[in-house]
Each structure stands twice: as C-alpha cells, then as structure tokens.
C-alpha cells in the first residue's frame, strides 16, 4: 500500500484527461470527431525552426549537460524579442530565466513563493495549471471572478482587503484562456499599482501574447512602469510559433523572482536540450512572418466560425484575442450537459466551461484549432440539433 504525501491529495483531478477519453471513445465507434476542446496548436512549426534543430542536433557541445540555467544565447534571444516586440529592457544573464514551456513555471513560481497556507489570488474561470502549482505548495486560492460585464478582467476593489492582505501571488493572463478577453495599459497599471499596495508577486501569464485580433497587438504586463518590481511575465513559443511540443518558455522580469525560478529548474531539470534551444533562439531572431500569418489566419478562422454561428442563431460576442471562443451555452443546460449532448450527437468536442472555474459555468469553450471548413462543418452539425434561436 502506498501512502501519498498530502500535497499529492490536494493536488485537482485533470478535468480535461475526461473530456480526452470521451473524445477518443467517441472516435472509437468509428465517427468523424472535430476536435475543439483541447488547445493544442494544429500547424506545424515553421520549417526554418525545424531547419534549425536539423542543424543543431549534431553539435556534439550539445550533447552533454547543457549549462544549469541555459544558453546565454537563448536568453540573450528572448531578451532581444522584447526589446523589438514590446520596447522592454531586460537583462539576459538577471531578468530571463529558461522553462520548459511556460507550464513548469507557471507551477514553480508557487513553489517559490508560498508558504503551506499563504494566499494566492487566481482568476476564474482561469487555466487550471495555476491551481495545480498553489496545491502542490500547500496554498489557499481566492478566487477572482472574470466577469463578461467587466471585459472578464478581474476587479480589485472586489477582492477583501483580508484575502488582499494575506495574499503573496496572483495570477493575470491576457489574451486569455478561456474567454479570449484581452488587456490594456490602464488594466496593467491598475495590476502593478494593487501588487504593490499589497506587497503580492504578479505572475503575468502571456502564452497568447502574439495572437490579438483585429488590429490590437496584445499589451505586455512588463510594458506597464514599475511591472518589474513586481513580478515576472511567462512567454512561452507554444502558441506563437506552433511549438506546444518543444516545451520552450521563459519566465521575464523581477531577477529576484528569475533568480528563484532559475535555482528550483536547475535542481530539476538543469536545462533544455541545446539543440532545442539554438532552434528556439532562431524561432525568436529570425523572420517573424510566420506570427502575422498565424494571427490572421485564426482571425480569418474566427470570423468564418462567427459567420456560421449566425446563420444558427448562436449569438456571443467574439474573441478579441487567443485561439479561444467563450460560448453561451444555450438554455435548459449546463456546459457539461452541453459539451456532452454535441460530443454524442454531433460528434464535435467543446470544453465544458465549468472545467475552468464556478465562474466557467454557462459557456464553452472553442478552440480555433481546425481549419475554416471544419470549423463551420462543427457549428452546421451543432445547428441540427436546433437547440438555439
Ligand atoms: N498558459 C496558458 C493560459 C495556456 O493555455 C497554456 C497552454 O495551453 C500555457 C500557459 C502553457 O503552455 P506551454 O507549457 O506549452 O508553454
């Protein structure tokens, strides 16, 4: 019998492992499934980043132990977008620290910071990795309600001045997942200024930071004065350049936070393969054309999903950043009651949005993970179930 340490009890079930296996089961029965659900990325990497690893791979330098924290040239890379992307000023060696994906921070950071019942303030609906790193730190989450009436950013005069107090780290992610909700200047500053009244650590979760529709490229926390006082920013490649399996990240920002992050992934991870890491440096210094093409091509996806949910009387107010759609569902039931009804009788995989938080309730979410026919394919099966309009 094996007895699991306590932080493993608290630590939530993978609400979307279910929705993965309802998924397959349906596929199973030999049906056309259109996959929606998850956020995997469905285009491949841009072949110069792949060209880069092809040319890396051999480098014998690369396949020893690559230096605890990582290439400088990769740092140096990172630091360099956000000079071009943003105007932001960081320090390779202090203000960037390499992570396996945006993911493993996005734990850490918790790991680092809080104490066995220290606060940590975590946006709902929000991504559930977020959740997963307060529980393993032993944590207590207060939750902030993103509400459609507010743009779904959360309102800081709504949290108690005791959970405010009490409270160490919070979570911010715009674009978001899940409601494709974006973030401007005056929110940031709102952010930093409530961060530092209140001496919290803001983690800035910026994993759609290239994707914003409609003219608008997304705003960067650390664009905000005094952003790096106060916290760090997490990018990851995932999205921005179709490498959700190459697992590259950075965490940017506060060095005492960077400082922090970098010693806990040297004791678990020293660091990325070097290959990876010089095609990552290339996907961060090279031609960024592949992001505008990305960018529009999920606009142009969101616009034909739109145009198709019209036509069934699907009404919701479109995304303004992200891959994701945040969906009413319609009346007479729950978003898992709905995800399962069209997962059964269309065959089409949305995210509960209850998956997300007590705030996901009433939506689902919509990945633009498909191409545009697939897509509309999806909404016209939905509308033969004439459960809107
Ligand atoms: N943050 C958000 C909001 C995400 O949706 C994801 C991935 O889906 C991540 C972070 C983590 O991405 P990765 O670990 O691939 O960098």
Redesign the pocket.
Known sequence: QINPAARMTGLPAQFFAALVRKANAQAAKGRDVINLGQ?NPDRPTPSHIVEALQEAAPNPLYHKYPPFSGFPFLKEAAARRYKEDYGVELDPEKEVAI??????G?IEISQCLLNPGDVCLVPDPG?P?YWSGVALAGGVMEYMPLKEGNNFLPDYDAVSADAANKAKLMFV?YP??PTGATAGPEFYAKTVEFAAKHGIVVAS?F??GAIGFDGNAPVSFLQTPGAKEVGVE?Y????TYNM?GW???FALGNPEVVSLINLIQDHYYCSLFGGIQAAAATALTGPQQCVAELTAAYESRRDALFAAMGEIGWESPKPSGSFFCWLPVPKGHTSISFADHVLEHADVVLAPGAGFGTHGEGYVRLGLLAPEERLQEAIHRIGKLHLFG
């Open positions: 956020g992570l396996f994906g945006g993911k493993t996005l991504y990795d992610n978001n997942n979760d994993a759609y997490f990851t490649l995932s999205k959700a697992r590259v990240g």
